[in-house]
């Protein structure tokens, strides 16, 4: 058992989260900076999976080349091409690989989703535009309270989806709806962050912000797409472990549960293209947001900094 009480396991972790205690701490890297890009894909069953190794393909006629010493796990399936073109032996390596061994990049990682309900089964209505901006302020939110959690926010669910509820306005409902554009959703969770219960500090917040775009910077989706069943558990172990809250707080984080569920159905429906092209979009708008929150930075710390800034010596880039 914790000695510390409920109140000051949040003032600790607010300290290593903004630096106070950090600097003397080695932090592990988060989940999403292990996990290389393309590396989660969408699976057949519609879930998420660990992408199979590219098959190696060998010409058994070329002697060298088959007698040469192969590492099974880097390499992958190894098919001979002898009979039939190098096509087909490439069309059958796909179909026969195996998912691989396990990936170690994964530890620490939410659990991938082997399966989804998909979209059209969780409503009939057309999803509107702006729910991209849901998925940008839960992403900036989800990284966000990652960290002020240590990196364990499944320890404290209780506090952890607190801590989202506050953040994200799409999930507790302050917002009805989506947010009308990147800007908005990107600012009102600025605001948010300044709740006494989740405030810790400027650069805390920015990195946030750098982690989403981290996040987004996957091509096929799949760190998103980990990053949205993380915040999916969380709201369910929240709900699960707060039967001591009042009714009202229990139906809130249910209804963000359900919710933070129906935008990854949303996000899995996409195809990889489609997915490609709104993450490019959201991730120039976080860039144009870390740009705000330096400018605020720069100004608030007055002119000094300001002029530093703008005047370096000759030969600086």
Known sequence: ASLLSEAGRATFRR???DGSLAARLQAAPAWWERVPPAAVVGSVAGGWCVAAPAPRV???TDEAAAEAPVDAAAAGALVEAGAGSKAEAEARA????????????LEGAPPLPATIPPLRSLTSRAVPAGLRYSLLEQLVGYAYVYRLHCGAPEDDPLSAGAALLALCATLSGSVPGVHPTASEALLRLALSADDPAVATSPAFGARAVADAETLLGDPAGGRAAMALAGLDELLRACACAGAALPAAERRCARHAQRKASF???WWRSLGEPERRVVSEALRFELRKELERREALR????????????????????
């Open 15 to 17: 300290l290593v989260a």
């Open 58 to 60: 060998v010409d058994v």
């Open 94 to 105: 796909g179909a026969t690989a195996g998912a691989g061994p396990a990936a170690p990049f």
């Open 263 to 265: 935008l990854a159905s």
């Open 298 to 317: 720069v100004a608030a710390a007055g002119p000094q900094t300001a002029a530093a800034t703008l005047i370096r010596p000759v030969g600086d880039s």
